[in-house]
């Protein structure tokens, strides 16, 4: 309250019983219920073929080298850059070098790739459509409740994210309204799920929210396919300007001036 005295409010325990109890129930069985249900539509993901799997190697070699090239020497880190460098300009480690010049290749003309694109809009629509059901179920029925109040004080600025839906200014932060306890659960049950269904499971709806996110900002298209020769030269060009600074330099007489058994009688840009 403005005059800093505490809110007595008493809510009624129907709204415990009939709303609060029954929206984390249904988010849990619908949790299980997609998971299962994703298993049955998708079934397992097709293997990638052991030229998928070097071109993605290939390329994180390369990004190995660029973050930790100072723990081996001048020399060793010359001969892996030379070797690197050389590999990404002729296309050594590419799944088809007869496409080298040709970009990225077309994702529809490869009919394997047509199961995981379907798998992946299977998957991004069992994600969708329930919480969508999922929400407009709890605005029509229980909109305005007022369900919990949070047991630890909080800042003004959480009010519009717990009290949403519910035109109040004068109500303590504390307070959850209905749909605000539909977002909670949304992002708070992921690991209820990973105990009842392990860690790799599809009912966490967080997931498919943050890949659609990462898609659009990068703006990406679900199942474009990469261009990796444009990543290996790009990744050449990288390492082509790496600065190279062993951190064993004079490591011997570094240890022997740090304990004081020898003076500093070398220069070294390392302390």
């Known amino acids: 309250m403005a005059d800093g005295t505490e809110q007595a409010m008493f809510l009624d325990p129907a709204i415990r019983d009939w709303v609060l109890f029954p929206i984390t129930v249904i988010m849990v069985l619908v949790g299980v219920f997609r998971h299962q249900l994703t ?35 001048l020399a060793a880190f010359a001969e892996r850059k030379k070797y690197l460098c050389a590999a990404y300009e002729e296309g050594t480690y590419l799944k088809n070098k007869a496409q080298k010049e040709q970009g990225a290749a077309n994702l529809m003309a490869d009919p394997k790739n047509m199961e995981v ?22 605005q029509f029925f229980f909109s305005g409740f007022i369900l919990i109040k949070l047991p630890f004080p909080l800042g003004v600025r959480f009010k519009q994210m717990l009290q949403s839906g519910i035109m109040t200014p004068n109500m303590d932060v504390r307070w959850v309204s209905s749909l605000s306890w539909y977002f909670i659960n949304l992002f708070g049950l992921r690991g209820v799920f990973s105990l ?20 659009g900002a990068m703006g990406q ?51």
């Open 196 to 215: 009842i269904l392990g860690g790799e499971n599809s009912a966490d709806g967080t997931r498919d929210m943050t890949a659609m996110s990462t898609m």
């Open 117 to 138: 694109m379907m798998d992946g809009m299977k998957k991004q629509m069992m994600g969708i459509v329930p919480q969508t059901l999922i929400m407009g179920w709890i």
């Open 221 to 271: 298209q679900p199942g474009q396919p990469q261009d990796f020769n444009k990543q290996f030269l790009s990744m050449k060009d990288n390492l082509s300007i790496v600065y190279h600074e062993w951190d064993l330099e004079n490591i011997e007489q570094r240890v022997l001036v740090k304990y004081g058994k020898q003076a500093r009688l070398f220069k070294s840009s390392r302390k």
């Open 39 to 73: 298993i049955l539509m998708t079934g397992e993901p097709p293997k990638p073929e052991p030229k998928d799997i070097r071109q993605g190697k290939a390329l994180m070699r390369g990004q190995i080298l660029a973050q930790n090239n100072s723990y081996i020497p």
